[in-house]
């Protein structure tokens, strides 16, 4: 596979899409045309639009409809209010100027005060011919004013999963029954991706959790940085990390 295909993002849902265990857990996406985005807004309400070649949240853009025919565009931590549905079309085709996108429903991520978080998850093995295993997981919370989780672009904050469901909507849920479906989906992502990339050897899965506490995959990176856990206090997790790439 060419370096490109690597990066595409369309393909990699199109592959996992076909995956009927793991095809309830992927939000609905199309390639972003006139036509899909206004499908998938009157089916949705809510949708994100993404790169499909694309990393660290950028270019990552909410489009919310609001009453009397306008939307609202949600980009950094920047909002505007546009009125009529092709106007707003030109403004996103504005600012995604000739990048190939993707319009995504919306899931509604689980929170802490009014910042969405979403879950890293690394999942690797010490060779091809070895089982798949998570070896980190970290709750990413945006930054406020921000959609987007990614830490860097968000300001935002990295805690542990278990304290980041507590100090959230969903303390009411079983923490040992959210992080089993957490590794679960996980390891069957990366089962699953095997087929197309055999030789591969480690994933980073975002996974969002709503606020009924489904779990969602919002995306599977093959070159996940790692910096989300050489930041954790607790190295633990990173020295793991570490050791598997190598093999060890
Ligand atoms: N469908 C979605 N629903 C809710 N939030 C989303 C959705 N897709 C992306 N996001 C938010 O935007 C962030 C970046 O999107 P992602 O698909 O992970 O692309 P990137 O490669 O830029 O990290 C996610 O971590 C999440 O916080
Ligand atoms: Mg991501």
């Not at 690797?124 to 070895?130: H, I, L, M, T, Y």
Request: positive net charge; aromatic residues 8%.
């Amino acid at each position: 596979m060419n370096r490109p295909l690597r990066k595409d993002k369309w393909l990699r849902y199109l592959f996992m899409e076909k995956d009927s265990r793991l095809k309830p857990h992927l939000p609905e996406t199309h390639l972003l045309t006139m036509k899909s985005l206004k499908a998938m807004i009157s089916k949705y309400g809510q949708v994100i639009l993404k790169p499909v070649i694309g990393s660290r949240g950028f270019g990552v853009i909410q489009v919310t409809p609001l009453t009397k025919n306008r939307y609202q565009i949600h980009l950094e931590n920047k909002k505007k209010t546009i009125r009529g549905f092709k106007r707003t079309y030109h403004k996103l085709k504005e600012l995604t100027r000739s990048r190939r996108y993707m319009v995504q429903k919306r899931i509604q991520l689980a929170r802490i005060g009014r910042r969405p978080f979403d879950i890293r998850v690394i999942v690797q093995r010490k060779s091809s011919f070895d089982p798949w295993r998570v070896t980190g997981t970290v709750a990413k919370v945006a930054g406020r004013g921000y959609i987007v989780t990614n830490n860097e672009r968000s300001n935002g904050s990295l805690m542990t999963v278990k304290r980041a469901l507590q100090k959230s909507s969903l303390r009411h849920l079983s923490l040992h029954y959210i992080r089993s479906k957490i590794n679960r989906i996980a390891l069957l992502s990366a089962e699953s991706l095997t087929e197309h990339y055999p030789d591969h050897r480690i994933y980073g899965l975002d996974l969002g959790v709503n606020r009924k506490g489904q779990i969602w995959i919002i995306e599977a990176n093959r070159s996940p940085i790692l910096s989300h856990f050489r930041k954790l206090k607790d190295r633990r997790m990173y020295r793991r990390i570490l050791q598997y790439k190598k093999g060890e």
